[in-house]
């Protein structure tokens, strides 16, 4: 069994080159173990022991497997789609991502250079749903960060993400609030913006986030204000704002009062009828 | 009347009086950001919800009134002048504060700024604009805005508006002439058809001229009350096709008349259910991207209503079965757009797909997410529906089983 070893688990430029010399060597996706330096949860014991050099250039050990035909490959380049692919894919926290990479990867080398395109196949389906996973996790980490001021035109966030998505959503931040100076924590990593250069920092605990600033409860006035208790519906909510979002959501604290109290709103509304004027 | 309110009462009472508008859209502003350091906010193009409220709405404008004071008396409106609301009016640099101090904070994509009508139109209109301007010029605010026009305001002040907001809209309300009338005496159909027409003119100009001046680039918008009036889902879709086919409009929002605190006599005293909201947005989803004319939709029904129970798309191939099946491997575009089932998007990757194999159910089902409601209305390389079309509970089959309990 081979063994691949990320030692960053989202770096699609080391994934690439391990994939390239896999593939020049013709190693078939059932003879790899790949592992992405997180918790190995997944290695079968006898493929972890690793030779420390082979696994510092990422070619793994060669410990031979049962006799496959092995055929060097050409190189071929991989297509632009299957980039865009892997680039969202590899922020996801399943450790099967870089096997299914890989596979797809593989099949496209050996020929089926259409892969990607045939939607309806398990694998590209399967890559897929982790595609749009990571990039539903993305667009929700624009949506429901909050800043908070910690000092004049001074900002701080914390939030956590389902996925590995901080560099995907960096340049959306960084175009956004240009003009003030800014961090992104999260337990994974986090982001600096000084007005003009951003930086990748480690992650951080969730007590280094920051305390509420004045603005909160005005915020919350407007989500309160702008709720109509005639049309309380909980499972919409918790469809499109899942529960796990509402410890970090300063506005998601007036939820439960809200909904409590919708239907005796509801009810005022309608048994004190229409006035007389 | 009690003391003057603060800035924060402010805020309460003026986003209170403009929850009744639907709309709280983001998209379709020109693609910007603010790299070059001077000024606060981009535009993707494609809109954020920031937050949904407890009934499920998506949160993504600061959406407020500039006041509620108003000269009209609109029945189905919390603002009219007979109501005895609570009333309070912004200045001009209060809501341009609190746009930028939420804007920062990422809690809003942009402002959606409406008013009850002070005065006369045009000073309303001109204060609106004000803000717009304040936001776009001293502030460099790159975020969207959103500004309710009013119909009767001069073209030059529509003019202006268009050059700072990302979307215009004028509110139909009723979706009839007759309705209108009743409901809301001081407004004017002729009037407000004539500002969409020249909105509509002005926006297709300025889409057609990229580099002369800016207007409205992302489309005008408009609401329909449903309920309130006895208009029909046929009356309805009708009048939304004709607005699409007419004035190019981006949306029509479908609101179901609600109840509101010290409502007028005019006014049913029940809610239509929510359901018939949700199917309208579906069958005006028919309309722009699925290829169904209006007239088409509910074809085959008989009282003019979409069903409650199931999506106007089921409803329509159940009324249609004389279409079916349809063989996925070599129908167009066109209807496997009709298969129950199947999304647009769904459709797109079926067809790029097929180009390289032949599809069978199972490779169906991933593409589709489900085959439970396709099945009896496709052929593939594996499958082909016998006798499921001719059944009379076909229905019970394909619908969902709890459907409505979602709006309950």
Known sequence: MRRATMTVPDDLAAFRRLARGLL????????????????????????????????????????PVAPMPIVPMPIVPVPARFVALADEVICHRAPERLALLYEAVWRIAQGERALLEVASDPLVHRLERMRRGVSHDAHRMTA????????????VAWYEPAHRVLRQVAPFFTGRFAAMRWAILTPDGSLAWDGAVARFGPGVARDAAPAADGLESWWRDYYRATFNPARANESALRRHMPRRFWRNLPEAEAVPELLSEAGRRTAAMTTAGPDQG | MSKAPTVREKLSILADAAKYDASCAS??????????????????????????????????????????????????????????????????QEVVDLTLAFYRRNYIEG??????????????????????????????FRGYIHLKTIPEASPALIEEAGRYAD??????????VVGLQHFAPEKDAGTIEAAMGRMSGAITAAAAEPRGPRFAPAGQSTQVIVGADGSDDATILDRSAGLYGTHRLKRVYYSAFSPIPDSSQALPS?????????????????????????????????????????????????????????????????????????????VDRLIAARRHRTLRLADLARLAGSERRLRPFVVTADHRPTALLDRSDLRTLVAPPRQLALFA
């Open chain 1, 24 to 63: 020049a060597e013709a190693v078939p996706p059932q003879a790899i173990t790949w592992s992405d330096g997180e918790a190995d949860l997944f290695a079968a014991p006898d493929t972890v022991a690793t030779p420390p050099a082979a696994a510092e250039d990422g070619e793994g050990s060669r410990m």
């Open chain 1, 144 to 155: 429901f960060l909050r800043f908070r001021e910690v000092g004049p035109n001074e900002f």
């Open chain 2, 27 to 92: 998209s379709g502003g020109t693609r910007r950001d603010s790299r070059d350091g001077k000024g606060l906010g981009s535009s993707t193009g494609n809109g954020i919800c920031h937050s949904y409220t407890p009934d499920g709405r998506c949160v993504s404008l600061l959406k407020i009134l500039l006041t509620n004071f108003c000269v009209y008396d609109c029945a189905y409106c919390i603002n009219r002048k007979s109501s005895n609301v609570r009333r309070a009016r912004f200045t001009e």
């Open chain 2, 111 to 140: 402002l959606f700024l409406s008013s009850g009508i002070i005065q006369s139109a045009d000073y309303t209109m001109e204060r609106l604009v004000r803000v717009a301007r304040l936001l776009r010029e001293e502030h460099q």
């Open chain 2, 167 to 176: 979307r215009l809209s004028i509110n139909l309300e009723l979706p009839t």
């Open chain 2, 270 to 346: 029940r809610a239509p259910p929510l359901a018939r909201e949700h199917r309208l947005y579906q069958a005006d989803w028919l309309m722009r991207y699925y290829g169904f004319a209006a007239g088409e939709i509910l074809s085959g029904a008989t009282d003019g209503m979409l069903d409650l129970a199931i999506d106007p798309k089921l409803a329509w191939a159940l009324r249609h079965r004389e279409r079916f099946p349809v063989d996925v491997n070599t129908a167009e575009r066109e209807m496997l757009l009709r298969i129950p089932g199947l999304g647009v998007r769904s």
